[in-house]
């Protein structure tokens, strides 16, 4: 079973910065590719970002891209998202999730962490 353990949230002003962690327990993890997901009170839960497990290939949700940057560390079984620039919208409960090795399911996900960004 795959564990994942999200920290880094918290109360930030507009333009400010905050990084995200997320810890697996998984002896496999530097085979999982990884993403970044959100939710606001009252919206659907939607994609912010992914790494495959190599760390070379990345994307973004077009709202965060130049914004987020999506990063791992497969010695320390981590992935980062690094937020810069973050504005009132950018306010949710941030997860982090992994897929088995060779799906396109996200199968495994964190507890979530908030993120408050106040105008």
């Given amino acids: 079973q795959v564990q994942l353990v999200e920290s880094g949230g918290g109360l930030v ?13 998984d002896r496999t993890f530097n085979r999982r ?35 987020f940057t999506i990063s791992r560390d497969n010695a320390k079984n981590t ?13 949710a409960n941030y997860y982090c ?4 090795p060779g799906t396109t399911v996200y199968g495994y996900w964190g507890q979530g962490t908030q993120v408050t960004v106040s105008s």
């Fill in 33 to 67: 590719t990884m993403a970044w997901f959100r939710q606001a009170p009252g919206k659907e839960r939607e994609f912010v970002a992914f790494i495959s497990w190599v760390g070379g290939n990345t994307n973004y949700a077009d709202s965060m891209r130049g914004r």
């Fill in 97 to 100: 999730a992994a897929r088995d």
């Fill in 13 to 25: 002003q507009a333009g400010g910065s905050l990084r995200l962690s997320c810890a697996a327990s």
């Fill in 79 to 91: 992935v980062y998202l690094q937020m810069n620039s973050l504005k009132p919208e950018d306010t």
